[in-house]
């Protein structure tokens, strides 16, 4: 298989319909050689038209012509969304929506959105019970189809954990820290033991942090809307273990998604690294030859998930019906296989596992370890998280706002967390 080579993180670069001033005339419906043009506006790197999709879908439907343009960043791509949800103009008939804006598309903009859930062909069972929750409205309609998810694992090099004195066989390791996200820490106190020179156990503070939050069902909101992560005992949580990890030493006091992150995959300068689905590609892009057989694939302390997408279709399209039917068919179980074998997104359809292109997908870059089924046996035990509207705003800020200065400064732990919630606060308005 070949798997993607960019980052699913918010701000990755990708294909997208252009929503800028000027660019309205590039989205929405049209006509096109007598055909009906269905425009898809996405961020990221979807790799919808790189799998061959798109011409795949032409293919059997020789009366529709699939088009796109594009931003780079969800940070640009993101607000202009709203704005034209808001004025009903300048939009293409599918959206793509991050897991961490959905809850605010749901909650803000459900009268301008089809109900995909009643769409033909569209089977809820097919589907993780979790994800499809996501872009569901208190009034059970589900506003967007899940496209891709991000499972979490734990990431190694075994040729680190050798020199440690550590077991080096992916269910050994993994049976290290089964269960919690103390024993984790523990294994981070015995590779610092015995640690390769130059060395740590862990990337960032931050990335545990996000981990352990990720691994849980009530993070920042409760299920009533109300932002209580000043008080969560899951974040409280998460934030003392990740501080933990920085107080003993064993991360290399690195920020990710920046250049001295990439070199440290270079360099071999941390051990371990929470490991969504996406970021094998990554890992092999930024490590590169000399990482090969030496990064491996562990199931994580707990099973949680980081990242991912749905497809909506606003109500103010001309071709509504048909723009439903090629969402559906987009994140129907076999496409969604196809992109995992072409791209390396991991399927939210769990109907998808049992095809063997998931169920018997190994990476060879990575000792090659059963992918498939490790990020499987991950997704299936996902909770249903609560996600609220400004997640995505709350957690940057914990992470580098606070969670940095007490990694990178050695800031105390409870004035990062006074420093985070300050710009939490400001940022919310609370």
Request: charged share 20%.
């Amino acid at each position: 298989m070949r798997i993607s080579r960019t980052s699913r993180r918010a701000a990755a670069l990708g294909i997208t319909c252009v929503l800028g001033a000027g660019a309205a005339a590039g989205c929405g419906s049209g006509a096109s050689d007598g055909r009906t043009t269905l425009t898809v506006g996405v961020f990221g790197s979807f790799g919808f038209e790189e799998a061959g999709l798109y011409e795949r879908y032409m293919t059997l439907h020789p009366d529709i012509a699939v088009r796109q343009t594009s931003i780079q960043r969800n940070e640009n791509y993101y607000p202009q969304l709203l704005t034209h949800l808001g004025s009903g103009s300048g939009l293409a008939d599918v959206q793509a929506v991050e897991v961490s804006n959905i809850a605010e598309v749901t909650a803000t903009q459900a009268g301008k959105l089809v109900d995909l859930g009643a769409t033909p062909g569209v089977d809820r069972g097919a589907f993780l019970p979790w994800k499809w929750a996501q872009a569901t409205d208190r009034d059970g309609r589900t506003l967007g189809l899940g496209t891709d998810i991000g499972p979490q694992a734990i990431c190694y090099r075994k040729d680190l954990f050798a020199r440690a004195g550590l077991p080096t066989d992916r269910a050994a390791v993994g049976r290290l820290w089964a269960g919690d996200w103390g024993k984790y820490l523990a294994a981070g106190k015995r590779y610092r033991a015995k640690a390769p020179r130059g060395t740590a156990f862990v990337d960032s503070a931050s990335g545990v942090m996000a981990a352990v939050t990720g691994s849980e069902r009530y993070r920042f909101y409760d299920r009533r809307g109300k932002v209580v992560y000043r008080t969560s005992t899951t974040v409280r949580n998460a934030w003392r273990t990740a501080a933990r990890f920085a107080a003993s030493g064993l991360t290399a006091k690195l920020q990710q998604f920046t250049p001295a992150w990439d070199q440290g995959f270079a360099n071999a300068s941390f051990a371990t690294v929470s490991c969504p689905a996406w970021m094998l590609g990554y890992i092999q892009d930024k490590a590169g030859a000399a990482g090969r057989d030496r990064w491996d694939v562990a199931a994580a302390p707990r099973p949680g998930n980081w990242g991912g997408s749905f497809l909506v279709v606003p109500r103010t399209g001309r071709h509504t019906k048909e723009a439903a039917a090629l969402a559906a068919w987009l994140t129907a179980p076999a496409q969604q296989a196809t992109l995992f074998a072409e791209r390396g997104s991991f399927p939210s359809a769990r109907a998808a596992y049992a095809l063997p292109v998931v169920s018997g997908a190994r990476h060879p870059y990575f000792g090659d370890a059963p992918i498939g089924r490790i990020f499987a046996d991950a997704a299936r035990n996902v909770p249903v998280q609560i996600v609220g509207p400004k997640d995505l705003l709350i957690a940057q800020n914990l992470s580098d706002v606070g969670m940095l200065q007490v990694d990178q400064k050695g800031t105390s732990p409870d004035d990062g967390w006074e420093a985070a919630v300050k710009a939490i606060d400001n940022a919310l308005d609370l």
